[in-house]
């Protein structure tokens, strides 16, 4: 069983920056993926950005969605199980609830979310 705890949300104005923490524990076998989805009020989940962790025969690779490429930044700290969103030049339509997602071993999880909130 693995756990996400997510944390950094809040709220910030337009323009501004926030970064987005999210640390697994628990009996964690091989990560494939690690990355960030959102859910606006009255949308659907999104992709925001993930990782495809690299491996010894692959590079891996990084998506980011096309409304946040260029401002926002996925990151890992393999030592600490921790993935990052880093996100900068935030708009209000940023508003959301940012739920971080890691695929390990043959599982798929999920953290609770954490509100963001871009607002004057």
């Known amino acids: 069983q693995v756990q996400l705890v997510e944390s950094g949300g809040g709220l910030v104005q337009p323009g501004g920056s926030l970064r987005l923490s999210c640390a697994a524990s628990g009996s964690i076998s091989r990560i494939f993926v690690m990355g960030w989805y959102r859910q606006a009020p009255g949308k659907q989940r999104e992709l925001v950005a993930r990782?495809?962790?690299?491996?010894?025969?692959?590079?891996?690779?990084?998506n980011y969605a096309d409304s946040v490429s260029g401002r926002f930044t996925i990151s890992r700290d393999n030592a600490k199980n921790t993935v990052y969103l880093q996100m900068n030049s935030l708009r209000p339509e940023d508003t959301a609830v940012y739920y971080c997602?890691?695929?390990?071993?043959?599982?798929?999880?999920w953290g609770k979310g954490i509100l963001v909130t871009v607002s004057s």
């Open positions: 990782e495809f962790v690299p491996t010894s025969s692959d590079s891996g690779s990084t």
């Open positions: 997602n890691v695929v390990a071993g043959n599982r798929e999880y």
